[in-house]
């Protein structure tokens, strides 16, 4: 409760900074609008059902872009961390394109896709999955080597060997990784949606170019709110379950 | 812990024979000769601890014995079979940090079970419940693993060894992780419950005393390479105090012994 207030009161402050430096009269309202004219775009946009849809067109994309790059990556950085082969070649592939800026996937996916749904997804999956690849494969490479040995005495080889322990063992790394992924996926998604203008629908990267083309601060403004709050929303619900349960089982992070 | 009136069938325990084990490590810059000519017999049901300091290659020899590891020479024989890789019927109680932390208690137990596909799922409750109340923990049954002291997680270790009736079982140094209340205890206790099933087990150990304390022979290795020096015979009755003068006694000759190996070996002695 008394944690709820403090936040609540930091985030009163800010607003309130806002409000005070534009009522100071050095920026004009089109460079800085005020709170209030943010709001009223964020009022008549979710009326209009203009930022309704944008959002459930973004996060359908995101969360198959975010799916794939998962069902993709968590198996390849499982295989990768059994064998130094595989950590040579899709290993070194992942590192290296893990550091390739997502935004960089997009004109490759442009020529590829043409301006489709496709493009999009692309460019989600190519940002995901690299770094859900390294951080799995990190996980399953710190799990301390007794617990592999004690389940072999124990009888469990192979396919029962990886579900039951190697997988449960390398969990917190695995969940630390799809966070990562979850980040990058999002980060990717905005930029090929502001680059790339599609007609199957128009997401919030798109609403927030517009919002440049029209000069429209309080568009831009409005719209970035919304995607650093789903951003929060979205760790809080999906992630935040993961990392209590993690902490409870494992013992670490408890106050 | 009294006997539960469903107790388990135990499997009889199984003769181990040890035979010329010789075991090299090669990295790319070393090879180390970890284990040199090791022969030992323990008879079916015997209590039997090997002693040395580190790098004697008792845990490598106890890797060998598990199947774990495969020795460059020699070859481990578990009731007349050849011993090729790891087996339910030779389970190791490893030091705690190998429970699994993301099952609780039950969970751990249950894990050996679990592999066992000629048991019913209720037959596999009741046999984890019977080896947690063997070890005095049955009201810890949905407690993780973060949640225990030393002494219990050992306990935990221990019946999660116990459960899939293994016929020898392998101790990776019980207890020396614990403070002196809890040994005395958990030493108390592991003696009980190995007269009750009645496993052949195989301890190591750098403490003289732990050895002293379970076995009916203590087998001496030196290191560099690891080789079986001497053998003592343990005379005492059962159950022992980890505490008795008679007990601290034998240990002190035991520890002589081991001290004139290091000092004729002074590369070792460091």
């Known amino acids: 409760m008394k944690r709820t207030l403090v936040a609540a009161t930091f985030f009163l402050v800010l607003l309130g900074l806002w409000q005070l430096a534009t009522m100071s009269g050095r920026w004009s309202p089109v460079i800085l609008p005020p709170p209030a004219m943010v709001a009223e775009y964020l009022w008549d946009a979710l009326r209009d059902g203009s930022l309704t849809e944008a959002i459930e067109v973004t996060l359908r994309r995101l969360l198959i872009g975010y799916a794939i790059g998962v069902a993709i990556g968590l198996p390849l950085g499982l295989l990768t961390s059994t064998s130094d082969y595989f950590e040579d070649t899709i290993g070194a592939l992942a590192l290296g394109l893990q550091t390739l800026p997502s935004v960089c996937w997009v004109p490759l996916a442009l020529l590829w896709f043409g301006q489709t749904e496709s493009a999009m997804l692309f460019v989600v999956v190519m940002g995901t999955v690299w770094s859900v690849v390294l951080a799995t494969d990190t996980g399953a490479r710190t799990i301390p080597p007794i617990y592999a040995r004690a389940a072999r005495t124990m009888g469990s080889e192979g396919f029962d060997k990886w579900t039951r322990v190697i997988l449960p063992a390398s969990l917190p790394f695995v969940v630390s990784g799809m966070k990562q992924g979850w980040a990058f996926a999002w980060r990717s998604l905005m930029a090929a949606e502001i680059f790339v203008t599609i007609l199957t629908g128009f997401g919030l990267g798109h609403l927030l170019q517009y919002g440049r083309e029209l000069s429209a601060m309080d568009q831009v403004i409005g719209v970035m709110v919304v995607i650093v709050v789903i951003g929060l929303i979205a760790d809080k619900a999906l992630f935040s379950p993961w990392e209590r349960f993690l902490h409870r089982r494992w013992g670490t992070g408890l106050k | ?270």
Not at chain 2, 57 to 77: C, E, H
Not at chain 2, 126 to 136: P, S
Not at chain 2, 150 to 177: F, I, T
Request: proline share 7%.
């Open chain 2, 1 to 270: 812990m009294t006997a539960n009136e469903s107790e388990p069938r135990a499997s009889p325990p199984a003769e181990l024979v040890v035979e010329s084990i010789d075991k090299w490590f090669r990295t790319d810059r070393t090879t180390t000769h970890a284990v040199e000519d090791i022969s030992f017999r323990v008879a079916g049901g015997e209590f039997v601890c090997l002693v040395g300091p580190s790098g004697c290659g008792k845990s490598t020899l106890l890797d060998i014995v598990a199947g774990l590891t495969t020795p460059d020479q020699g070859r481990v024989l578990a009731d007349g079979q050849l011993v090729q890789g790891p087996g339910r019927h030779r389970l190791v109680m490893f030091q705690e940090s190998a429970l699994f932390p993301w099952l609780n208690v039950f969970g751990n137990v249950m894990f050996g079970l679990h592999r066992k596909p000629e048991l019913s799922n209720r037959q596999r409750r009741a046999i984890a419940e019977y080896h947690l109340q063997l070890v005095g923990l049955e009201k810890y049954k949905q407690a993780y693993v973060h949640e225990l002291s030393g002494g219990m997680k050992q306990r935990v270790a221990l019946a999660r060894s116990l459960a899939p009736d293994p016929r020898v079982l392998l101790m990776d140094e019980p207890l020396s992780a614990l403070d002196a209340i809890t040994r005395e205890q958990l030493c108390y206790d592991i003696q009980d419950i190995w007269q009750r099933r009645r496993k052949t087990i195989v301890l190591v150990t750098h403490d003289v005393r732990e050895a002293v304390c379970f076995a009916d022979r203590v087998f001496l290795l030196s290191p560099s390479p690891g080789r079986l020096r001497d053998e003592f015979r343990i005379p005492l009755p059962r159950p022992r105090d980890i505490n008795s003068p008679e007990l601290a006694h034998i240990a002190q000759r035991i520890t002589a012994a081991l001290k004139g190996y290091l000092t004729e070996t002074p590369e070792a002695a460091e």
